[in-house]
């Protein structure tokens, strides 16, 4: 409770006390004492209560939380003004809005799930495994993937949504820029065994930057980039095996 509402409230009790008082215990010529006494109890006690409420409170505490509020206001419309002027989130959005009018459903899948995807299933895989000599799904093919989708992400070939400061209610496209400031980390996953995370790359400092939460990525424009089943990388990837 706020100090203001306590001592408002000692003083509306104390006011009543040296009202009453009169009434319960003989004080012959100081009735009238008493009753100015109590009306200025209860006249302090209403001043204390409303004062924060008429003229705001003025504490140092609370001018340095009102100052903060505000430079965070601006922070985040000058973010939203960046956010619906760049243009590649004006692509993504004019290009989502094209697939709606189409009838086209909106596919997404996770990130993480979708590099993994990447890395282990498909044509681009297979290729790399071929190339490095190295394993499916290896450490180092997955380090190759999440480079190569990380310059996709950063020239906006796949659009990717995430809601925007762990904000539930706040989906929003990705923009390329973003990406450009960070990077991918393979950590320690108990699943997985390794799985993909998301870090600021080196001197950049991240709280400059919004976070993302639950990044989906664009499904039918990533297997559009990456297919299944690709005659041309299965073809390279056979004279690499000496399979022709």
Not at 84 to 94: G, K, L, M
Not at 199 to 220: E, L, N, Q, W
Request: net charge neutral; hydrophobic share 45%; charged share 20%.
């Amino acid at each position: 409770m706020h100090a203001n509402t306590v001592w408002g409230f000692i003083g509306l009790g104390a006011g009543l006390l040296f009202l009453i008082a009169p009434e319960i215990w003989p004080v012959g010529q100081w009735k009238a004492l008493y009753f100015w006494v109590a009306m200025t109890c209860f006249a302090v006690a209403l001043a204390t209560l409303l004062w924060p409420r008429i003229f705001g409170n003025r504490s140092p505490d609370n001018q340095a939380a009102a100052a903060q509020a505000h430079v965070e206001e601006l922070r985040r419309s000058t973010d939203n003004q960046r956010y619906i002027a760049d243009p590649a989130i004006q692509a993504f959005t004019e290009q989502r809005r094209r697939d709606i009018e189409a009838g086209l459903a909106t596919e997404e899948m996770p990130l993480g799930m979708a590099t993994h995807w990447i890395a282990t299933r498909l044509a681009w895989a297979r290729w790399q495994t071929a190339q490095h000599h190295s394993e499916v799904g290896s450490p180092q093919i997955l380090r190759i993937t999440l480079g190569y989708m990380l310059s996709l992400l950063q020239e906006g070939q796949i659009p990717t949504r995430g809601h925007r400061d762990g904000d539930l209610n706040r989906l929003e496209f990705i923009s390329p820029n973003w990406w450009g400031n960070f990077q991918f980390e393979l950590v320690s996953d108990p699943i997985q065994l390794l799985r993909a995370a998301i870090a600021p790359r080196h001197g950049v400092g991240a709280k400059v930057f919004p976070t993302y939460t639950s990044i989906m990525c664009d499904r039918r424009k990533l297997f559009s980039l990456f297919p299944e089943h690709d005659e041309s990388l299965d073809a390279r990837t056979a004279l690499l095996r000496g399979e022709v």
